[in-house]
């Protein structure tokens, strides 16, 4: 099965992923399908999650552009700290398409992951490339952008994310995505196999 990108309010959106320990070559192809589906719908970050993996990775492009090969990153096992400076901006999210809201994250933060050979990669990120790593790592903790929005703008948000919520149960119902165990099931086994 090709990879998708899974919507809100699908439940391994929700998924705290546990570290990736073992880097195989299907995982390598898997990340290639997830560059892949990033340019696809024009995005800038996937993470491991929103393509259905619980796996604390995920990619980036700043440029968003497939010809800017040398702005690709692929994060394995990110943690982030000393954020410093707040802006607020704009975001979206490819698994809750068309939908925007300005969200408050820090300007400046440190990561340290690892790449898929293995090199550890640490440095200070800014701006842009701050607010996707602050976005998709709180992805590989089950939290979305829609989470962090204020209370006016959640309410202002409420009917378009009940619509995503009306597609979801129909898509469950006509049997196009399998029960809520089935999911889960399909989870512990992947986990099992590299985490
Ligand atoms: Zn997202």
């Known amino acids: 099965m090709p990879l998708q990108i899974i919507q809100y309010p699908h439940p391994t959106l929700r998924h705290r992923s546990k570290p990736l320990r073992r880097v195989d070559a299907e ?10 589906l990033m340019y696809e719908h024009e995005g800038v970050g996937l993470a491991a999650n929103q393509v259905d ?3 604390r990775l995920f990619i980036a492009n700043p440029e968003g552009n497939p ?3 040398e702005s690709e990153g692929v994060f394995i096992n990110p943690v982030l700290s000393a954020g410093r400076g707040l802006a607020e901006d704009e975001e979206g999210c490819l698994s809750i398409p068309g939908l925007r809201a300005p969200v408050t994250r820090n300007t400046s933060i440190k990561i340290q992951a690892y790449d898929l050979d293995g090199n550890e990669i640490s440095g200070e990120v800014t701006d842009f490339m701050a607010r996707i790593v602050q ?4 992805h590989l ?4 952008f829609i989470d962090r929005l204020g209370p006016a703008q959640a309410l202002d948000l409420r009917d378009q994310l009940e ?21 889960a099931k399909r989870l512990r086994e992947l986990e099992q196999l590299r985490t």
């Open 163 to 183: 619509e995503f919520e009306f597609a979801f149960q129909s898509k469950l119902e006509t049997g196009e995505l399998p029960n809520a165990d089935d999911m």
């Open 141 to 144: 903790d089950g939290t979305l």
């Open 53 to 55: 993996l619980p796996y």
């Open 27 to 36: 995982l390598r192809k898997l990340v290639e399908e997830m560059f892949d």
């Open 135 to 138: 976005h998709e790592t709180d």
């Open 67 to 69: 010809d800017a090969r």
